[in-house]
């Protein structure tokens, strides 16, 4: 039912910013959540940000909080994640994830995106 591409991912020093981005396309609903996860090697995917589609509201892991921004644009059918004050340790394959029915932000998501790596140099 739903697609999503991430892309904006790249190599920044610490300290810089990057902007995600996630296109979904498909049939969508009012209560549509989406989130972006992330995952380095070696280690479990764990919850970064996400965001009800019909409230706006959002829910942010706590190493990100003060420094990440999750968004969306209904007319380009997208959500964001604006990363500012980057630090190596948030070097990981940045994956945007989207369900349909739920209330929890932080898990029971089953579509997924192809993942798009950002990689913060020291």
């Known amino acids: 039912q739903v697609q999503l591409v991430e892309s904006g991912g790249g190599l920044v020093q610490a300290g810089g910013s990057l902007r995600l981005s996630c296109a979904a396309s498909?049939?969508?609903?009012?209560?549509?959540?989406m989130a972006w996860f992330r995952q380095a090697p070696g280690k479990e995917r764990e919850f970064v940000a996400g965001?009800?589609?019909?409230?706006?509201?959002?829910d942010y892991a706590d190493s990100v909080k003060g420094g990440f921004t999750i968004s969306r644009d209904n007319a380009k059918n997208t959500v964001y994640l604006q990363m500012n004050s980057l630090k190596p340790a948030d070097t990981a394959v940045y994956y945007c994830?989207?369900?349909?029915?739920?209330?929890?932000?932080?898990?029971?998501?089953?579509?997924w995106g192809q993942g798009t790596q950002v990689t913060v140099s020291s």
């Open positions: 965001i009800s589609w019909r409230r706006l509201s959002t």
């Open positions: 498909g049939r969508t609903f009012s209560n549509l959540f």
């Open positions: 994830a989207a369900k349909i029915f739920g209330t929890d932000y932080n898990r029971g998501y089953n579509y």
